[in-house]
């Protein structure tokens, strides 16, 4: 799922949004709109989190149990760091 993330670059320290596609443990390459170095942010030292999804609900309809799904818990602004 994509999803708009803020960053703040390692070399200029100015804080920058992009939209990206966010997996459990993927490691994300960036680059600074402002002084154009690129970054990596390694999304696998986050906490992960279970999020409830009630769909159809309904006073008749019991059947359907509640979907849950695994979500990072990310901070405000993803601090990126030189690449190796």
């Known amino acids: 799922m994509g999803k708009r993330l803020k960053f703040k670059c390692w070399?200029?320290?100015?804080?920058y949004?992009?939209?990206?596609e966010t997996t459990k443990e993927q490691v994300l390459t960036v680059a600074c709109p402002y002084c154009n170095a690129d970054g990596v942010v390694d999304l696998g030292i986050y906490?992960?989190?279970t999020t409830t999804v009630l769909r159809n609900m309904s006073v008749f309809s019991h059947a359907e149990e509640p979907a849950r799904g695994d979500e990072l818990q990310l901070p405000d602004i993803l601090p990126t760091q030189k690449p190796e």
């Open 47 to 49: 906490p992960k989190g």
């Open 11 to 15: 070399n200029c320290k100015r804080t």
């Open 17 to 20: 949004t992009l939209f990206r």
